[in-house]
């Protein structure tokens, strides 16, 4: 490694570039920034859903086990947050998340 490369700034976090809900509502297609393409369920968004409902805000602990999102959960509605981060109405009504890109792109790739 050269120096040159050790003082390149970090590495801008991709963003999506489109979001697509399948005609099925159970899952989104989402194309990044940096060429990369993801396909992730409507199930495993609420599983993860960030919010102070979801999440204990004192502890980080999950108030559900992951496990109880039933397999068919839908997102009836996506809603773009500025331009930071999107959010769901899913199809239990939650709709409190709000999915910044970053943590969008963490959920596509972290294995299930
Ligand atoms: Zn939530």
Redesign the pocket.
């Known amino acids: 490694m050269s120096f040159w490369d050790s003082i390149k700034p970090a590495k801008k976090s991709p963003q999506g570039t489109s979001v697509e809900l399948e005609a099925d509502q159970r899952a989104l297609s989402i194309t990044w920034t940096d060429g990369a393409q993801h396909r992730v369920t409507a199930r495993r968004l ?1 599983q993860y ?7 204990e805000e004192w502890s980080g602990k999950r108030t559900y086990e992951v496990e109880t999102i039933p397999q068919d959960m839908k997102i009836i509605e996506v809603v773009p947050t500025g331009n930071y981060a999107l959010s769901f109405t899913f199809g239990d009504l ?1 709709r ?2 709000i999915f910044n890109w970053e943590y969008l792109r963490e959920l596509c790739e972290r294995p299930a």
């Open positions: 609420r859903c960030p919010c102070a409902e979801c999440v939650h409190t998340g």
